[in-house]
């Protein structure tokens, strides 16, 4: 029963915007557990603001290990939320949050600039970080703004490293934006010495006309794929279709989400060239991933691949060594 016009008004702007979410023409009944969601999420929202603003977030790494030497190429910053009544909240638990309400371009912001700072300190005292990169996740919405070239690149001179230092991820949805834009800016990346990947590749719409275009790097083949894959399924044909995609146009590729030994034998004989997944190693908080480095030890055993375990789907992308993944123990990472 409603106590008030207050009540009734609040009730209504309740259904209106559990409407407005739906999407297109919908209608809106007010009902308590809906609106308990909504009061939930605009608090997660007035919280997530402050978590940023306060920098109260947190960076954590990822090593990503070349498949040839088992050295440690690069380390994917992802960003952590420790809230202080939900505890550790994911990516995927506030990402969609910040985007919702335009708060991703400051978040994006933090979470390169720690980055950065945080390699500049490892390449500055310890010397086995000298060759280290970082790879930064951003938004779509930078690469249709013309002034995240100058940020970025006001952002990695300050740290004291050059553009060869940072890569940037973008998924494939940041090619439908506005691709005459997009390439533009990415044309300015490239010329500061910054390396691009198309991160969760295979699972968008990507324009594929765009491809052979865009001054890109690397294709990052999503965790999906990687999960599914065994070796004679319709998931490894997916696999070796992304590989050669990437090798005709003179990319390399990175694979997500490895998480078996098996799932890294695939890979590396369909001739992926790094991998990233628990089976490796953990998301690390700062300390973690100065120990790592300073451990000065490849995650992987340097070896070679006999000649009846030749990659008989793709050529090798140098005749130098690779990596015998028979080697590696399976207590390595926790995945």
């Known amino acids: 029963m409603l106590r008030s016009g207050d009540e009734l008004l609040s009730r209504a702007s ?3 915007a559990q409407a407005r979410t739906a999407g297109g023409d919908s209608i809106q009944w007010f009902d308590k557990q809906s609106h308990a969601r909504s009061v939930a999420t605009l608090q997660l929202e007035a919280d997530l603001r402050t978590a940023i603003d306060d920098r109260l ?9 070349s498949l040839r030497t088992g050295g440690k190429e690069s380390f994917d910053a992802l960003v952590r939320w420790q809230h202080p009544k939900r505890g550790l909240l994911l990516p995927d638990e506030f990402i969609p949050l910040a985007e919702e309400s335009d708060m991703i371009r400051a978040l994006d912001r933090f979470v390169l600039e720690t980055a950065v700072l945080q390699l500049a300190e490892w390449r ?69 010495g910054v390396s691009v990947v198309i991160d969760d590749f295979g699972t968008g719409f990507s324009a594929l006309s765009y491809l052979h275009r865009l001054p890109l790097s690397t294709l990052k083949i999503d965790r999906s794929f990687v999960s599914a894959l065994t070796p ?10 992304i590989i ?20 890294l034998r695939d890979l590396q004989r369909m001739g992926c060239d790094a991998a990233q997944g ?5 998301p690390l908080d700062p300390s973690g ?47």
């Open 14 to 16: 309740a259904a209106f």
């Open 57 to 65: 977030l947190t960076v954590h790494y990822q090593p990503i290990v």
């Open 124 to 192: 500055r005292t310890i010397p086995a970080a000298a060759s280290l990169t970082v790879a930064v996740n951003c938004s779509t919405r930078h690469f249709v703004d013309p002034g995240v070239v100058a940020w970025i690149s006001a952002t990695v001179e300050a740290a004291g490293l050059d553009g060869s230092h940072l890569i940037l991820e973008m998924t494939e949805s940041a090619l439908l934006e506005d691709s005459e834009v997009t390439i533009g800016i990415l044309d300015e990346l490239t010329a500061l």
């Open 232 to 241: 004679h399924n319709g998931t490894a044909d997916i696999v070796r279709s």
């Open 244 to 263: 050669g995609l990437a090798r005709n146009l003179g990319f390399s590729v990175i694979a997500e989400g490895v998480e078996h030994q098996t799932q």
């Open 278 to 282: 628990f089976h490796l190693d953990r």
């Open 289 to 335: 991933a100065t120990a790592l480095i300073a451990e000065r030890k490849a995650i992987l055993t340097a070896g070679y691949v006999s000649s009846d375990e030749a990659r008989p789907d793709s050529k090798p992308a140098s005749s130098g060594a690779t990596v015998d993944v028979s080697t590696v123990p399976s207590s390595v990472g926790m995945g």
